[in-house]
C-alpha cells in the first residue's frame, strides 16, 4: 500500500499536491511545503469530500502567512531567555535564501543570525534547535565542549539532529 500523490487544481494560485493514503483513517492536515500547498487525505474520500476539504484546508492556510523575520526574532529571544537565561542576544535574526549548504550561521561580531530558507516548512521544534544552536555561538565560537554542553540543553537536541541529517545536510547548523 502506498500513497497516491497527484497535483490537482483548485480556485487558488497556489500550487496544491494532495497525497492519499490508505494509512490515513480520519485525519486530515494541510501545510506549505516550498511554493506549494500539501494537504494529506485518507483514500476512501468521495470526490465532493475531497474537494471540500481541499478548499477548506487551503482557505485556513491562506489566513495564516508564512513566518517572517519578526517571528523568528521573537523565536530567538524566547529560546534565549529559556536556555541560557537571556543573557545571550542577536542583532538580528532572519531567513535567508542564499544558504545551500548550511542550516543556519552566525557572524559572532555583528550578532546576526541567519537561517536557511529551506528550513521554512521544517517543525517548529528543528527551528528551534538551529536557533539554540545558533545563540550558543554568541557564547563559544566553536563547536567545543562547552559549546555542545550548552545546545544539549534543548530538550529535542538529538532528534532535532536526526532530522536535519535525515534532510539531507549535516547535523551542526553551520
Known amino acids: 500500500m502506498c500513497a497516491l500523490v497527484k497535483p490537482v487544481t483548485t480556485s487558488h494560485p497556489e500550487r496544491v499536491v494532495v497525497i492519499r493514503s490508505p494509512r490515513r483513517l480520519r ?19 468521495t470526490a ?15 489566513r495564516r502567512p508564512p513566518p517572517g523575520d519578526d517571528d523568528l526574532m521573537r523565536r530567538a529571544e524566547a529560546l534565549s531567555r ?6 545571550l542576544r542577536p542583532a538580528s535574526v532572519r531567513w535567508t535564501d542564499n544558504q545551500k549548504s548550511r542550516w543556519g550561521s552566525c557572524t559572532i561580531d555583528s550578532g546576526a543570525i541567519r537561517l536557511s530558507s529551506r528550513m521554512r516548512d521544517f517543525p517548529d ?7 539554540v544552536h545558533e ?6 565560537r566553536t563547536h567545543g565542549p562547552r559549546f555542545r554542553t550548552l545546545v544539549s540543553r534543548y530538550a529535542l537536541a538529538e532528534r532535532a539532529r536526526g532530522y536535519l541529517i535525515a534532510m539531507g545536510g549535516q547535523a551542526e547548523a553551520d
Open 125 to 131: 521544534w528543528v527551528v528551534d534547535y538551529v536557533l
Open 82 to 87: 529559556r536556555h541560557f537565561s537571556g543573557g
Open 48 to 62: 465532493a469530500e475531497e474537494q471540500a476539504w481541499i478548499e477548506r484546508m487551503t482557505q485556513r492556510l491562506k
Open 135 to 140: 545563540l550558543a555561538h554568541l557564547r563559544y
Open 27 to 45: 485525519t486530515i492536515s494541510a501545510r506549505r511545503r516550498g511554493e506549494a500547498i500539501e494537504i494529506r487525505l485518507p483514500l476512501g474520500l
